[in-house]
């Protein structure tokens, strides 16, 4: 949750049974993803002008007379989360799509859906969730719809998410000449026209066997240009994979004529490989799912430097399967999480994604709170705002780590 004292000058205390504040933790990989958490037990949280001024047990804490002290309780305070993969703009999809059956038919049943504006309240609402949940920073796919670009950014700064839009380029083309190339159609007169927007705002792909190659290849070299993080679905379903190979299988039939132009050809290698191959992976790219890597694949990934979104919950939904989420651990890969929207997902809690994962494959709460923070700023290049540390001078918001995730 966000502290609803932003702009009071008190001193407030945050006083609650455990602390886990990260101060001064880098990104994890590797091993030094389950290294031990540093804890504050009894500890008091001190805030200032909406920013945190120390992290500190209760004991040896000297609060100015006037500060507010307000307890928590018998709860593990966390630094709030990052929730590097969804899709606002979806949210009034909720519930409309077929999931349990794969990754064509969850498409199938989402594609007549697409085309009308998205509805304000229920990205208000999505958003209001993450805040409320402990989310803080996200990294959000935009561009789907007509007008979503705008909606999405109003309503992520209404609660106060520090919202990456991912502008999602969608197709073949052809593409107009010159630096309209930069912004996807559907998202190019929001960005333009809005200066915050543009601040927070990065060409993003769809996916390989959806986007053009060079469209995804201009894409991200115009993100390491200007410093910004590109991102695109990667080894999501068996279907991707089947079409990049061998240019057949379900999802080919069903983006014939429709999205793929008539010379379209398989490139004839499998997702990681393609991507590898136009450039795509290193530091600086963020790639969401990951499902479907083999061993050689997740050492190739972790190599590149790219960042890596899992969103489990999404892909249990659809019945696309499970990361290699412990060899991907291993490999010393920059991993984060995401909720992917609610088109695929019951909400937009990430912590959720921790704890499903905490469940399923008994990972370490260590290795699950450090994807949830200090690796998901990483991944969305948020490293030198504090985001995902409670430490002097870094943003005073919080998550509560739900049972499972404590200490
Ligand atoms: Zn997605």
């Not at 507010?68 to 966390?78: E, H, I, K, S």
């Not at 609660?159 to 502008?167: K, P, S, T």
Request: hydrophobic fraction near 40%; charged fraction near 20%.
């Amino acid at each position: 949750m966000s502290t609803d004292f932003a702009s009071a000058s008190v001193v407030l205390g945050i006083r609650a049974r455990t602390i886990v504040p990260l101060a001064g933790e880098e990104p994890a990989r590797g091993a030094r993803l389950f290294a031990p958490l540093k804890k504050i037990d009894n500890g008091v949280l001190v805030v200032r002008d909406g920013l945190v001024e120390d992290v500190l047990p209760w004991s040896s804490a000297r609060l100015p007379a006037g500060s507010v002290v307000r307890d928590v309780g018998p709860v593990c305070l966390a630094p709030s989360c990052v929730n590097a993969h969804t899709h606002l703009e979806l949210s009034h999809l909720a519930g409309k799509t077929l999931w349990g059956q794969g990754f064509v038919p969850w498409l199938r049943s989402l594609l007549p859906l697409l085309g009308k504006e998205p509805e304000r309240a229920p990205v208000q609402e999505a958003c209001a969730d993450m805040a409320s949940t402990g989310t803080l920073a996200v990294g959000n796919i935009t561009g789907s719809l007509p007008g979503g670009t705008r909606l999405v950014h109003a309503c992520c700064r209404e609660v106060g998410l520090a919202a990456d839009q991912f502008c999602e380029w969608f197709g073949f083309g052809p593409l107009p000449p010159g630096e309209h190339v930069l912004w996807p159609p559907r998202c190019r007169a929001a960005v333009e026209d809005d200066p915050s927007l543009a601040a927070v705002s990065a060409p993003a792909g769809h996916a390989l066997y959806s986007t053009g190659a060079q469209i995804l290849a201009n894409a991200r070299r115009e993100c390491a240009r200007r410093g910004r993080v590109f991102s695109f679905h990667l080894a999501e379903s068996p279907e991707e994979t089947q079409m990049l190979v061998n240019g057949s299988g379900p999802l080919r039939e069903l983006y014939e004529g429709k999205v793929l132009p008539p010379d379209w050809a398989a490139p004839g290698l499998r997702p990681l490989a393609h991507a590898v191959s136009l450039g795509l992976l290193g530091p600086g790219t963020l790639a969401v799912h990951g499902v479907h890597l083999d061993a050689q694949e997740v050492e190739v990934l972790a190599a590149s430097g790219a960042a890596l979104c899992l969103c489990p919950r999404s892909n249990r939904n659809l019945g696309v399967g499970l990361a290699p989420v412990r060899e991907l651990m291993e490999s010393g890969c920059l991993l984060c999480l995401g909720t992917d929207g609610l088109t695929s997902n019951r909400d937009l809690d990430v912590r959720r994604e921790a704890l499903w994962l905490r469940e399923t494959l008994d990972l370490p709460p260590e290795a699950l709170v450090r994807m949830l923070t200090v690796n998901g700023a990483a991944a969305l290049n948020r490293r030198g705002s504090g985001v995902g540390r409670l430490q002097p001078g870094s943003p005073a918001a919080f998550c509560v780590l739900p049972e499972g995730l404590t200490y």
